[in-house]
């Protein structure tokens, strides 16, 4: 079965402003999210793909647009099926001002039970992610063999619930994964399993280096809905 190279969309506008954009239209990549995109190419050289798709959303299509300029002919197909989660109502507040609302205790600590209001279950979220890579793996697999790799360019939420897919964890156990703007995760799906072979890798070692404003429970944070902003 085919190898899955999953992108997160670059550090978008809504990230630095700490808005949780979802669905939201006119959300593009801010300065540095143009710059992690526009070294994607150099970072999948030698990688060949055969089709990349994107969620519809426009953060993720300025992502790619880099890597389909440097490699004219690559096929390039949008799937709803790896959208943002539909955050409802919560679409467009500020994270800090969600912090305190019951709900996100329950995105926090049993994120299977969480549902947006006016939006969708997180376990919806990830039942469809889940089907659209079963699919293009049937495809890809169909139209190039067994050893394709494809690229999935989508949102923090939707990886982090694919890999905890590949790795046989509890959807309530997906908040302990992190995946950073711009950062690649790779699947390589077989007959029997598949293998987690990246996570939220982006070349970059800055996000450890510790933070001069970070408290002393820093390292409990949260997990940020919809990914977070990445390292500053």
């Known amino acids: 079965m085919p190898t899955l190279i999953l992108v997160r969309h670059g550090r978008s506008t809504a990230n630095t402003s700490g808005v949780l954009a979802g ?26 793909l055969t089709a990349a798709v994107s969620s519809p959303l426009q953060r993720c299509r300025e992502t790619l647009r880099p890597l389909l300029a440097a490699r004219p002919g690559l096929p390039l197909y949008a799937e709803d099926r790896i959208s943002e989660c539909d955050y409802g109502d919560w679409s467009g507040r500020k994270l800090a001002e969600l912090a305190d609302q019951p709900l996100m205790e329950v995105v926090q600590r049993h994120p299977s039970a969480a549902a947006f209001p006016g939006g969708e279950s997180m376990r919806a979220m990830q039942a469809r992610a889940v089907d659209a890579v079963r699919d293009w793996n049937a495809r890809t697999e169909e139209a190039h063999g067994a050893e394709a790799a494809y690229l999935m360019c989508s949102h923090g939420d939707i990886i982090k619930s694919l890999v905890a897919d590949a790795l046989g964890m509890h959807l309530d156990l997906f908040q302990r994964i992190s995946v950073e703007p ?6 390589r799906y077989t007959r029997l399993r598949p293998y987690l072979v990246r996570l939220g890798d982006t070349g970059d070692f800055g996000g450890l280096v510790p933070r001069e404003d970070a408290g002393p429970v820093d390292g409990e944070r949260d997990a940020a809905v919809g990914g977070g902003a990445g390292a500053p």
């Open 23 to 48: 669905r939201m239209p006119g959300v593009a990549l801010d300065e540095r999210g143009s710059a992690q995109a526009a070294a994607l190419p150099a970072r999948l050289a030698g990688v060949p």
């Open 182 to 187: 711009c950062s690649v995760t790779v699947i």
